[in-house]
């Protein structure tokens, strides 16, 4: 079965806290987010919540993304000094329900004592219209909305 991984990474100058309350906070994202220009869901955010997602391709085309919260992991440290939180979602669109494209995108943060926070998205694609699915076009929305979390969050750390 043909799979997909697009994905993005960056680090960002900023204390993980501030980070995770960029990403959780949805109703925000209009403000500084060039791909997912608005994300409606109950607030606070909650795992088995549906979120749709409003996204903005590089080439100015759009596209509407039902997913469902699947995983909201609060920051975590761990005994190594090593800080983790994560938010992941599940893709819910008609090819989901007719098994043609099946999707999971997970988001982390990584903080390591006294370092920059990371910050790694993936989306973990499959089915037979993968391709379809634009993974090179969501690896591109994938970096404008990783660099634009790093100037959101540097923007508003102490």
Known sequence: MPTARPSARVDIDAPLAVCWQVVLDTDAYAAWNPFVVRAETPQPPAVGNPIVLHVRWAGGGRARSPERISAIEPPTTGADGTTTARLSYVYEGLPARLGLV????????????????????????????????????VADGFRRHAEALRVRAESLAP
């Open 102 to 137: 099946r999707g999971t995108r997970h988001q982390r943060l990584t903080q390591r004592a006294g370092g920059p926070t990371t910050y790694d998205t993936v989306e973990e694609l499959s089915g037979p219209l993968v391709r379809l699915a634009g993974p090179g076009r």
